[in-house]
């Protein structure tokens, strides 16, 4: 019979083996360019031939220094995952810039693969997270020019712009290399096709026309 001290090794082993698998693929060679044309399915993308890898897999004149149009909730996520550089597969990081007109916010949303780094850069931003059930703690706080906040993964959390005269720009940084967004309201009062309205109002406490209102309305993606 294995001793006392076997199991507890075995069970720290398993531990810290769960933990380094439960964020994007680490690396086992230099890098792994994602080959968007393979018909392989993996968790992430297969990788390109290295004999045919160059710099612009790693390179995107993606003008983050330039201000983006905002929409009705009164912000744009321009988003740089390995969609628009193949060369950030496998390697668990992509970046955002976040535009947001005066009164704008970034709805309440989750990313489902990513922990967030949000980094001020112009103006002044309202952000907080909420923590999972029972307790749903609301962490929050107002973040001037260069100050810096963390969302973890996967916990609803939002930014919001209180100045009613002054755009505010963010650069976020994410811990994976598709982090995915998923913005509440979006996803349940503009699922496609919709979840019952009886759900909802079931749900949220509220009358089924108020749940029909909200499912009428166009529910604008803010990330680009």
């Known amino acids: ?4 001290s076997i199991c507890l090794l075995a069970a720290l082993l398993a531990l810290v083996s769960w933990q380094a698998i439960a964020s994007d693929p680490s690396p086992l060679q230099d890098f792994c360019v994602a080959d968007m ?7 992430g993308f297969a990788c390109l031939d290295p004999k045919y890898v160059n710099a612009d897999h790693f390179f995107k ?7 983006r149009k905002t929409n009705k ?3 744009n996520v321009t988003l740089i995952n390995v969609m ?5 597969n496998t390697l668990g990081i992509s970046i955002a810039r976040i535009d947001y007109a005066p009164l704008g916010e970034n709805p309440p949303h989750t990313h489902p693969r990513a922990t967030e780094i949000l980094t001020v850069l112009e103006g002044t931003l309202y952000v907080g997270f909420v923590t999972s059930n029972p307790n749903n703690t609301l962490f929050s ?3 001037n020019k260069g100050d810096v906040f963390v969302f973890p993964e996967g916990l609803i959390h939002f930014q919001f712009n209180p100045n009613p005269h002054q755009p505010a720009v963010a ?3 994410l811990s994976s290399q598709n982090p995915g967004a998923i913005t509440i309201a979006n996803a349940v009062f503009g699922s496609k096709p919709p979840i019952s309205d009886i759900v909802l109002a079931k749900a ?12 009428a309305q166009f529910w604008e993606n803010n990330h680009y």
Not at 37 to 43: E, K, Q, Y
Not at 61 to 67: E, Q, S, V
């Open 73 to 75: 909730v009164g912000s």
């Open 141 to 143: 706080k107002v973040l």
């Open 204 to 215: 949220f406490q509220v009358e089924k026309g108020t749940i029909d209102w909200l499912q």
């Open 37 to 43: 044309h393979s018909p392989v399915l993996v968790n």
């Open 171 to 173: 650069i976020a940084a």
């Open 61 to 67: 004149a993606a003008m983050l220094d330039t201000p």
């Open 84 to 88: 628009q550089i193949p060369g950030l």
């Open 1 to 4: 019979m294995a001793s006392p």
